[in-house]
């Protein structure tokens, strides 16, 4: 399995921006499917974005479509997820996740690898 490390968090007015970064180590990401997931207190982890480097489809949660674009650098290995015109309720540990194959998911059961998570506030 790949190794997943996010940076970038911290805390933003609304209306702000921040750029989470998820570097991966142990594989290349050129043969997986990658995806940003986030956790609000109190409730369930939801997909945010994701895309499929090797069936090349890129999908969004409909909350940050517009605002959120993930991207990525092959040289280093690295996917990246700007996050643009934050509101209050994009607060939450955001976490990258990937795993193998073509299909974009957007279930947390279908990815088996996990970074530790990085915290986004947006103060209102």
């Known amino acids: 399995q790949v190794q997943l490390v996010e940076s970038g968090g911290g805390l933003v007015q609304a209306g702000g921006s921040l750029r989470l970064s998820c570097a991966a180590s142990?594989?290349?990401?050129?043969?997986?499917?990658v995806a940003w997931f986030r956790q609000a207190p109190g409730k369930e982890r939801e997909f945010v974005a994701g895309f499929s480097w090797s069936g090349g489809t890129t999908d969004y949660a409909d909350s940050v479509k517009g605002r959120f674009t993930i991207s990525r650098d092959n040289a280093k290995n690295t996917v990246y997820l700007q996050m643009n015109s934050l509101k209050p309720e994009d607060t939450a540990v955001y976490f990258c996740?990937?795993?193998?194959?073509?299909?974009?998911?957007?279930?947390?059961?279908?990815?088996?690898?996990w970074g530790q998570g990085t915290q986004v506030t947006v103060s209102s």
């Open positions: 142990g594989r290349t990401f050129s043969t997986y499917v």
């Open positions: 996740a990937a795993d193998r194959g073509l299909l974009l998911r957007t279930v947390v059961a279908a990815y088996g690898s």
